[in-house]
């Protein structure tokens, strides 16, 4: 996917309208988080694409890991993953979390950011597993 000439302005105001978006799944999670960005800065359409490609319930940790992990399926839309060290603002990121969770975060330059409770929430960098550049 190719960046709009002005996709910094657009990675900043969707970050500000992104900030205290309450988490919900299947609405405003961290997979759709990440979609929305991604068509924010590039005008494509990816959030369509992944809305209904994956199950939203209680068993939706289940349903992917049954699918190869959440790894494998962004890689399906979004090609080889690549060492997180690689990725820089408005690229995606896959962390691990203690609990044995995968979550899909955003790089903003400084730090990566996950959509999380009733708002935007920073995440160590040393979480992260793999990562995708936009």
Request: proline share 2%.
């Amino acid at each position: 996917m190719k960046r709009l000439a002005d996709w910094q302005q657009r990675f900043w105001r969707f970050m500000h309208g992104s900030l205290y978006a309450s988490f919900e799944l299947g609405r405003h999670d961290c997979i759709l988080f990440s979609a929305s960005m991604i068509d924010a800065i590039t005008g494509a359409h990816f959030f369509e694409d992944v809305k209904y490609a994956y199950p939203y319930s209680t068993e939706s940790e289940a349903a992917l890991l049954l699918q190869g992990g959440l790894q494998t399926q962004i890689e399906k839309h979004l090609g080889l993953s690549i060492h997180p060290s690689g990725c820089g603002i408005g690229d995606v990121v896959l962390i691990g979390v203690p609990n044995g969770t995968q979550v899909l975060c955003v790089h903003d330059g400084m730090q990566l950011v996950m959509a999380a409770g009733h708002r935007l929430r920073s995440v160590r960098f040393e979480l992260a597993l793999c990562g995708w550049t936009i």
